[in-house]
C-alpha cells in the first residue's frame, strides 16, 4: 500500500516510522553483499540508489494499524528473548523472530508460497506488489507524477517506461474536467 521496493521494505527501521506524523521515511535498503573478507553473502543496510528514492510517504489507515499490531507482537518476543534479540542493533522492522534482517530469497520463497496458498500461482514475486501499487493509483486517476513521486523515481518517464503496461492508457482527468465545465457533471 505505500508502493516500496523490497529491498526498502527490508531495510525499513522503526526510527523510520513516524506513527504520530503517520509517514515513512523510506532512507535504506538491505541489500546481500560479499563479505570483502570472506566472500561470504551477508545482510547490509545500505543507503537508497538515488536522491530522489529517498522520501516520506503518508501512511495509508490500514498500514498504520498494521505496524502498530506488529511493533506490540516485537516487543513481546523481544521481552521474551531479551539480549538474544535483535543482536544487530538495526531495530528493523521486517525482520525474523529474533530481530534480525531477513534474507531476501526467504521472504520471495514465502510470498511465493502464501500465493500458491491464496490459489493465484507460485509464480508471483514481492516486487510485483510495487506493480499492483503503481496499477491501482493509475487506476483510481492518481497523477503520474505522484505515482513517480511515491514510487521513488527521479521523474514521471521512468514511471511511464518501467510501469507502461499498469498505467491506464485512458486519460480521465481531462474528459471528467471538461464535463465540470460544460455541465455534464451535473446532469445537463
Not at 19 to 44: E, M, N, S, Y
Not at 156 to 185: C, L, N, P, W
Amino acid at each position: 500500500m505505500c508502493g516500496l521496493r523490497p529491498g526498502e521494505l527490508l531495510g525499513l527501521r522503526w526510527e523510520d516510522v513516524d506513527f504520530k506524523a503517520r509517514v515513512i521515511r523510506v532512507r535504506k535498503c538491505l541489500k546481500a553483499l560479499p563479505d570483502p573478507a570472506t566472500g561470504k553473502r551477508q545482510l547490509v543496510l545500505e543507503n537508497l540508489k538515488t536522491e530522489r528514492s529517498k522520501r516520506t510517504i503518508r501512511m495509508p489507515a490500514q498500514v498504520t494499524t498494521a505496524l502498530l499490531a506488529l511493533r506490540k507482537e516485537q516487543a513481546a518476543v523481544r521481552l521474551k528473548l531479551g539480549a538474544a534479540y535483535d543482536v544487530r542493533g538495526l531495530a528493523i522492522v521486517f525482520c525474523d523472530g529474533a530481530g534480525a534482517p531477513k534474507w531476501p530469497q526467504d521472504v520471495r520463497s514465502h510470498f511465493q508460497t502464501l500465493c500458491g496458498r491464496a490459489d493465484i500461482g507460485e509464480s508471483w514475486t514481492p516486487r510485483e506488489q510495487r506493480h499492483t501499487f503503481v496499477s491501482v493509483l493509475s487506476d483510481s486517476g492518481v497523477d503520474i507524477e505522484q505515482i513517480a513521486d511515491a514510487v521513488g523515481h527521479i521523474n514521471s518517464t521512468v514511471t511511464k517506461t518501467v510501469y507502461r503496461h499498469q498505467i491506464a492508457d485512458e486519460i480521465t482527468s481531462v474528459a471528467t474536467a471538461m464535463d465540470v465545465i460544460f455541465g455534464e457533471a451535473k446532469g445537463s
